[in-house]
């Protein structure tokens, strides 16, 4: 079972950024899975934002495209959600998985003030 530790989030303007990273407690997952950040709204559905292959690929749906970038640190047993230009409607809890989903963890809330 992997242990998953989100940090990084916090209050920030419209049109700011922040990174955050989550810590997984088995390197070796980056090896045979893929990792997502995901995040969930106040009374929405969580919602994947980014994903990253075992082979380095990446994947975002429209609405983070272009804004967000995940990456991971294999040595480190981390990875990461690069976050600009933020809008009022990212706001939410973010949470990092690995595909298939493990337990979640705790997530960081995001609040971007318009």
């Known amino acids: 079972q992997v242990q998953l530790v989100e940090s990084g989030g916090g209050l920030v303007q419209a049109g700011g950024s922040l990174r955050l990273s989550c810590a997984v407690s088995s390197g070796n997952i980056f090896s045979t899975n893929t990792m997502a950040w995901y995040r969930q709204a106040p009374g929405k559905r969580r919602e994947m934002v980014a994903g990253?292959?075992?082979?380095?690929?990446?994947t975002y749906p429209d609405s983070v495209r272009g804004r967000f970038t995940i990456s991971r640190d294999i040595g480190k047993n981390t990875v990461y959600l690069q976050m600009n230009s933020l809008k009022a409607e990212d706001t939410a809890v973010y949470y990092c998985?690995?595909?298939?989903?493990?337990?979640w963890g705790q997530g960081t809330q995001v609040t971007v003030s318009s």
């Open positions: 998985n690995v595909i298939p989903n493990q337990p």
């Open positions: 990253i292959f075992v082979g380095g690929g990446t």
